[in-house]
């Protein structure tokens, strides 16, 4: 049996030089686009959600006594003459409340970099002052 040299390189012939690591016509640029470089994140939205944090859990507290004395409230004003809608007083009182906490979950997702955290402050602060 014979072997044929068909395709086959010359037995003097050796390849020589170094590999190339990119192919032909790659520059290092994919789709001839800069690469992206991402820089640090900002601090702004972990001042602010520490900041909505500490106004929401404030005003919070304070809005919970707010509640607590609403009923006082409505008494002194009906002792004093004056007519009041008791049930708005309520509402509004627990409105203040569940909107300072709201503010305070949505400082502590800003604090995480999470875009939720701006739109539910946002709503919260609409909310109180509808």
């Known amino acids: 049996m014979e072997e044929t040299d068909e395709g086959a ?4 012939t050796i390849l020589s030089g170094t590999p190339n690591a990119a192919p032909a016509g ?7 686009q800069p690469a992206v470089m991402v820089g ?14 500490i106004y929401g859990v404030i005003v919070g507290l304070i809005s919970i006594l707010g509640l607590a ?8 004003y009906e ?12 509402v509004q009182a627990l409105v203040t409340v569940v909107v300072s906490f709201v503010v305070a ?8 970099y999470q875009r939720s955290g701006v739109m539910m402050g946002l709503y ?3 909310a109180s002052l509808a």
Do not use: C, R
Request: aromatic share 10%; net charge negative.
């Open 9 to 12: 390189a010359p037995e003097g």
């Open 40 to 53: 640090p994140k900002s601090s702004l939205p972990k001042i602010m959600g520490i900041l909505m944090m």
């Open 69 to 76: 004395t609403t009923g006082n409230t409505i008494a002194m």
């Open 26 to 32: 790659d520059d290092g640029w994919a789709y001839s």
């Open 124 to 126: 919260a602060i609409g």
């Open 105 to 112: 979950y949505a400082g502590y997702q800003v604090l995480n």
């Open 79 to 90: 002792d004093s003459g004056i007519e009041v809608n008791s049930i708005y007083m309520w």
